[in-house]
């Protein structure tokens, strides 16, 4: 190997002559560079990069080295596939939370603080905004339903069908009934599916509707009891909608809160939903100063902070876990490349012998740290984004398989799996492995590159 690896140079340093005299020969010489073209063209390469891929290919020799060898490139490829498919999956999770989360509640609210909204004037002002699409009244209560002996408490939301169908979602997830049944003067109900299941009711039954209300005299409290006929039954998706959520006309709301004037607020649905903050609140400081009415205005950020929290810190916690197999990989380069110094020690000192520098040394250990890098991100990166695109034929099977839900709906509070891949999270992804799997290659490098060569050559 070793008079080999001399013989190489040798001849790359007379082509080195050959070449530089075609050169000086003009057209003459030209036809003698032709003859060697593919020895000047491979002489061209970087002699850290020629001989670093020839290290690579001489460890199939060292069994042992080669396996760890691919045991890292595996390593590599697992931790960022894995990356690639948690995260798309956690931002599909994102997305499809956020999205049921606001089928239901609008982007944004505005709700009265001491006196009544002059809601129908407030509504027809906001849709001339070109930021904002639709705004619907409501009402909102807390509620007990009875059904027998069957108690739930519920969030009772009163709505007007016309306006609600253009701000809500509700409409398009009816299992039975429609947003339309609902009638003023009539105690029509629609309920969330988990609620019905809950109070054992179906369409067309009835239950009883129990809401506290200010006394007359507005001392104390007295109890508002009505029945109610189920007209529709809704499904989101959501337990947290679908479990406590009921719908009833907002004069039914009215009457059943005990109000003489309307307190109604308004949900507020915008073109562009991280912008809602923003487009109400100016709305609001521009449209406020000369009614001389105080309102509250929230946003979807507000109200839903917690879910959004609990997500961005899964993600950060998973990340990091998954982390770890990328880990475990580098450390595995780590005692490749330090096996292949041992191993080419005296290749190494006859290479420091012909000239080459301490920093070329180090070039040619960092290439192959570089190459398992690369070759291990490319793996990677191409079974994730496969992974992904198909994570919704996988999910499905591998649930039956190991027979566990990978989201039970019960703590992720959606009943499907969906993924949702961006090409930044894949770009980061692939950096910071390829950052990680250079840094690993420093310790064998400089290792290799102080080798002393006449203590080596000594014994050779």
């Given at each position: 190997m070793y008079t080999q690896l001399i013989l190489t140079c040798s001849s790359i340093q007379r082509n080195v002559t050959v070449y530089g005299h075609a050169l000086a020969n003009g057209v003459s010489g030209l036809r003698s560079c032709a003859r060697c073209y593919w020895v000047a063209a491979k002489m061209m390469r970087p002699v850290a990069l020629f001989v670093g891929l020839r290290y690579l290919q001489t460890q199939r020799s060292n069994g042992f080295a080669s396996f760890v060898s691919i045991?890292?490139?595996?390593?590599?490829?697992?931790?960022?596939?894995?990356?690639?498919?948690?995260?798309?999956?956690?931002?599909?999770?994102?997305?499809?939370?956020?999205?049921?989360?606001?089928?239901?509640?609008g982007h944004a609210s505005i709700s009265p603080q001491k006196t009544p909204l002059p809601w129908r004037e407030m509504r027809r002002a906001l849709v001339t905004n070109p930021g904002i699409e639709a705004a619907a009244p409501f009402v909102e209560l807390e509620a007990m339903l009875a059904n027998g002996r069957n108690l739930s408490g519920a969030l009772l939301t009163g709505v007007e069908p016309g306006f609600e169908q253009d701000i809500s979602a509700v409409g398009r997830h009816m299992r039975s009934g429609a947003l339309a049944d609902l009638q003023p003067g009539q105690n029509t109900i629609i309920l969330g599916r988990a609620l019905a299941l809950k109070l054992g009711v179906y369409l067309g039954d009835s239950l009883t509707v129990m809401v506290p209300r200010k006394q007359?005299?507005?001392?104390?409290?007295?109890?508002?009891?009505?029945?109610?006929?189920?007209?529709?039954?809704?499904?989101?998706?959501?337990?947290?909608?679908?479990?406590?959520?009921?719908l009833v006309h907002l004069d039914n709301a009215r009457i059943m809160a005990g109000l003489d004037k309307p307190t109604v607020g308004l949900r507020i649905?915008?073109?562009?939903?991280?912008?809602?903050?923003?487009?109400?609140?100016?709305?609001?400081?521009?449209?406020?100063?000369?009614?001389?009415?105080?309102?509250?205005?929230?946003?979807?950020?507000?109200?839903n902070a917690t879910y959004f929290r609990a997500v961005r810190i899964e993600k950060i916690m998973m990340t990091l876990l998954l982390s770890l197999i990328v880990g475990v990989a580098l450390f595995n380069i780590v005692a490749t490349l330090v096996m292949v110094v041992m191993d080419k020690r005296s290749g190494i000192a006859i290479l420091r012998t012909l000239g080459y520098s301490r920093r070329t040394i180090v070039q040619i250990f960092a290439v192959q740290g570089i190459v398992v890098g690369w070759v291990g991100v490319i793996i990677g990166v191409a079974i994730g984004i496969v992974m992904t695109k198909n994570v919704d034929q996988l999910a499905p099977r591998l649930e039956q398989l190991f027979g566990f839900q990978f989201m039970p709906a019960d703590v992720y509070y959606l009943t499907s799996l969906s993924a949702d891949l961006h090409t930044s999270d894949v770009v980061w992804i692939s950096v910071i492995a390829l950052l990680m799997t250079a840094l690993a290659t420093i310790y064998p490098a400089l290792r290799a590159a102080g080798i002393a060569p006449a203590e080596v050559l000594r014994y050779e």
């Open positions: 045991a890292s490139v595996i390593g590599v490829a697992l931790g960022v596939a894995a990356l690639i498919v948690v995260l798309s999956v956690m931002n599909g999770f994102e997305n499809e939370l956020r999205v049921r989360l606001l089928s239901l509640a007359a005299a507005g001392i104390g409290l007295d109890t508002s009891l009505r029945r109610f006929r189920i007209v529709g039954i809704f499904e989101l998706g959501l337990r947290d909608h679908d479990g406590v959520r009921a649905k915008t073109s562009d939903i991280f912008s809602a903050p923003q487009i109400v609140r100016s709305w609001v400081r521009d449209w406020t100063p000369g009614s001389g009415i105080e309102v509250a205005v929230r946003d979807w950020t507000q109200d």
